[in-house]
Nanobody, 124 residues
Framework: QVLLVESGGGEVQAGGSLTLSCAAS????????MGWFRQAPGKEREFVAT????????YYADSVKGRFTISRDNAKNTVYLRMNGLKPEDTAVYYC?????????????????WGQGTQVTVSS
C-alpha cells in the first residue's frame, strides 16, 4: 500500500515559519516528481510548489515564491516544504502528492498519489 503522510502543520503567527514533511511508504518515489498543494476553506485546491525526481528543478506559485522552499531527501523517501514569512492568507490544508513521471508539475491531474493533508493556520 502506497502512503504519503504529511506532518509539521500547526498554528503560527504571521511572519513565522513552519517546515512540512511528507514521508512516503510502500514504494520509492525517487523517480517521481513531487509537489505540494493547498486548499483553504471555501476555495479550490491550488498548486504551491513542485520538485523533480532528482531534486535539481523546482517551481513555485507566484504567491509563495521567495518565501517557501521545497526540497527532498530521496534516501529518506521524504519531501519537505520550508515556509518562511507566513501570512494569514497561507492558512489552508497542505497536501503532498507524487507526479506520475520523473518531471515536476504544477497541474494536479498529473499527480496520482496524495496524502491526507496537514492543517496550517497563520494568525494575524
Amino acid at each position: 500500500q502506497v502512503l504519503l503522510v504529511e506532518s509539521g502543520g500547526g498554528e503560527v503567527q504571521a511572519g513565522g515559519s513552519l517546515t512540512l514533511s511528507c514521508a512516503a511508504s510502500g514504494r520509492t518515489f525517487s523517480t517521481n516528481g513531487m509537489g505540494w498543494f493547498r486548499q483553504a476553506p471555501g476555495k479550490e485546491r491550488e498548486f504551491v510548489a513542485t520538485i523533480s525526481g532528482n531534486g535539481q528543478r523546482t517551481y513555485y506559485a507566484d504567491s509563495v515564491k521567495g518565501r517557501f522552499t521545497i526540497s527532498r531527501d530521496n534516501a529518506k523517501n521524504t519531501v519537505y516544504l520550508r515556509m518562511n514569512g507566513l501570512k494569514p492568507e497561507d492558512t489552508a490544508v497542505y497536501y503532498c502528492a507524487a507526479v506520475r513521471t520523473y518531471s515536476y508539475s504544477s497541474t494536479s491531474s498529473e499527480y496520482n498519489y496524495w496524502g491526507q493533508g496537514t492543517q496550517v493556520t497563520v494568525s494575524s
